[in-house]
């Protein structure tokens, strides 16, 4: 009887062990380290974020924040703080260090022209400024509301042109970042401003940074603009809405949502990404996600990497 007791407890126990085998599989075996390195590294897909994003956060604790967005898996960042010849306070030369140190690159900057002007001198300290981070975008990302009207955008883009080719000359790529506002129809109604862009920019000089939330609440696919100016548009800044609306053109920002939490494909977009002539990807949140920027951020992160580049 004792025998056949301990029989009955071996199978018990043989049991149970060839059912943790099945349910956790060959990893179940494998040491913690190789499963690590199993792990998806998403620093490997290049996503970046526009830091305008997280602009209370930089503004309070910059090293603090910068770690945190590498341990997320962001590798690319575009600036948005320049002013005396820094960067959120730094030295290029400092700035550049920090970032780097955490693994990540500074591909490129929002660095705005005003209306007014600027002068050649002050194109090339921009543009020096810039080379010495060794970014390869300084993007244009504004336009005053006084200023929205067909005579300013011509003179303006006529003084962009110039700023592009101050940039060129110090080896970075000069580029303007839309809103909505700029696919309104004409005075006359006939075109949207938007092409008096594409028409009246240097192709060689500026790229477009298309930004797929202001675009998509205008009425614009992505897409179609994509094939209608194939090349164009080397960086994306991917953000993404709650809401479907009809087109509109006023500022109103109020249902910006995480990267692949919104209606937007970007799946789609991103599939396009050889005819829009592509080359590096932000995520950007303008409402710093409505008091909570790093859990948003990093929920676009993990959509983008698990399920949109993917």
Partial sequence: MKDFQKRRDFLKISA????????????ACKPAAKQAAQAVDKKSFGVGLQLYTVRDEMAKDTPGTLKKLSDMGYKNLEMANYADGKFYGYAPADFKKMVNDLGMEIISSHTSVEAAGITLDSAKKMAEDHA????????????????????????????????????????????????????????DGLIPYYDIFMKEMDASLITMELDMYWATKAGQDPVEMFNKYPGRFQLFHFK?????????????????????????????IYAARETAGMKYLFVEDDNQGNGKPFEAVEISVNNITSKILV
């Fill in 16 to 27: 149970a062990g060839a059912l943790g085998v099945i349910a956790f599989g060959p990893m």
């Fill in 240 to 268: 993404d809405m709650a809401q479907q609306s009809a087109p509109f053109y006023d500022v109103i920002k109020d249902d910006i949502t995480s990267v692949g939490a919104g209606l937007i494909d970007f799946k789609r």
């Fill in 132 to 187: 010495a981070l060794g970014v390869k975008y300084c993007v244009q990302p504004w336009i005053e509301e006084k200023d929205r009207n067909v005579e300013m955008y011509k003179k303006m883009i006529a003084d962009w042109n110039q700023v592009g080719a101050v940039m060129k000359d110090a080896g970075i790529q000069f580029g303007y970042h839309n809103h909505n506002f700029e696919f309104k129809p004409t005075e």
